[in-house]
């Protein structure tokens, strides 16, 4: 009888100690559903356009780096999917519910058109297509997904702000 009651014990302190360990604090909900939207607070601008012609750029007399444009929008994708899952895997609560359902389909709409559109781009400049080329595509991208992007944007970033405030979160938000 004595071991039956040390064993639940035992297993009782280790349940406590499992759901101890999977409860996200405010700041991490912050954290994985606000802050690390960060990942793409270039996407569907003219800056992340830029940047990719950057990786293509040859100096005489320089060492190359091994990082082409394409590969820049791969490792891109990863961390914006392993964001999106560490986002899923967080608890929706009614007070976290909008917040974490607006950060999924943010995640969830700029996915798709880094593994596309942003992917065909990055191809554009690893080739060697003209300025012109690239800055067309880099415009069609912007002009048919800013306008959404922009507004689950908004609509995260304001409900981040409630988030913050209510929880103490101190923020700095840049303008």
């Avoid at 912050?30 to 003219?46: M, Q």
């Avoid at 394409?70 to 976290?96: C, F, G, N, P, Y």
């Avoid at 959404?148 to 702000?161: D, N, P, S, V």
Wanted: hydrophobic share 40%.
């Amino acid at each position: 009888m004595k071991r039956l009651k040390i064993a639940s014990l035992l297993v009782l302190c280790w349940s406590l100690l499992l759901t101890a360990c999977n409860t996200a604090t405010p700041e991490n909900y912050f954290d994985r559903a606000v802050l690390n939207t960060n990942l793409f607070n270039d996407f569907a601008s003219e800056q992340f356009t830029r940047m990719l012609v950057a990786y293509t750029v040859k100096y005489e007399g320089v060492k190359q780096q091994d990082v082409s444009a394409t590969k820049m929008v791969e490792m891109k994708v990863l961390s914006i999917d392993k964001a999106l899952q560490d986002v899923k895997a967080l608890k929706e609560t009614a007070e976290t519910k909008d917040m974490l359902q607006t950060s999924i389909a943010l995640h969830e709409y700029v996915l798709p058109v880094y593994k596309n559109e942003y992917k065909d781009l990055a191809k554009l400049c690893d080739s060697g297509a003209s300025k012109e080329e690239i800055a067309a595509k880099g415009q069609e991208i912007d002009a048919k997904y800013g306008k959404q992007f922009e507004e689950l944007q908004e609509k995260l970033t304001a409900l981040g702000k409630v988030y913050a405030n209510a929880h103490n979160i101190k923020v700095t938000w840049g303008h």
